[in-house]
Structures are given as structure tokens and as C-alpha cells.
Nanobody
Framework: QVHLEESGGGLVQPGGSLTLSCAAS????????LGWFRQAPGMEGEEHEF???????????YYQEAVKGRFTISRDHDKNTVYLQMRTLNPEDTAVYYC????????????????WGQGTQVTVSS
């Protein structure tokens, strides 16, 4: 079993920055792919939107087109943690952000992931 817990969400003004963290416990995910997804307000019941993914060794990183150049995914094996640095945030980035893990390379499809965190709210508003 893998337990994932996100943190770092909050309210930020347009153009601001936030860094999300996701700590894994229960077992090591050092050989697993990790991903960040989000779900915007009013989209409950819809598929989680892929944001970014990173392979176990950080050698392969993927981003959704809308966040390229603004978001950076990284991971710390010693801390069993994955991060999402978000810059130049805009109101369209408002969503609940989830991290997910799977014992395979990261994918953009939510159903490729086995474990999910509870999510952390990010609100971009003036």
C-alpha cells in the first residue's frame, strides 16, 4: 500500500507562485512513476486532468501544454516526495491538485495510476 499526502495549496494572486508537495509513505516509490493531476471547479465527476509526470529516475518528464514553461515537476528519493513548482499562475489554474503513483512509467491517463492522494486546493484569484 502507498499513502500519498499533498500539501502546499492555498490562495494566490494571478501571476503568483506556489509549490506543492506530495509525500509518499507505506512503501518506497523510488522506482515508480509519479504524476500530478487537477480537477477544476464544476468538473467533479469528470476525468482528472493530467498536469505533469516524472519517471522514477527523473529522466523522463512530461507536461500538459498549458503549463509548460510555468510548472516544474521534481522528486526527492530520500524524502519519498514529489514536488510541483507553479509560477505565473492564472485563474484557469484554480483546481484541486492531486498526486498519483504507479509502478510503471508516468502516463497522462488517470487510470494508469494505482494510488492517489486526497488533493490540495489551489485558488488563483485577486
Amino acid at each position: 500500500q502507498v499513502h500519498l499526502e499533498e500539501s502546499g495549496g492555498g490562495l494566490v494572486q494571478p501571476g503568483g507562485s506556489l509549490t506543492l508537495s506530495c509525500a509518499a509513505s507505506g512503501r518506497s516509490v523510488s522506482r515508480w512513476g509519479l504524476g500530478w493531476f487537477r480537477q477544476a471547479p464544476g468538473m467533479e465527476g469528470e476525468e482528472h486532468e493530467f498536469v505533469a509526470g516524472i519517471s522514477y529516475n527523473g529522466g523522463n518528464i512530461y507536461y500538459q501544454e498549458a503549463v509548460k514553461g510555468r510548472f516544474t515537476i521534481s522528486r526527492d528519493h530520500d524524502k519519498n516526495t514529489v514536488y510541483l513548482q507553479m509560477r505565473t499562475l492564472n485563474p484557469e489554474d484554480t483546481a484541486v491538485y492531486y498526486c498519483a503513483s504507479a509502478p510503471r512509467p508516468p502516463a497522462a491517463a488517470w487510470y494508469e495510476y494505482d494510488y492517489w492522494g486526497q488533493g490540495t486546493q489551489v485558488t488563483v484569484s485577486s
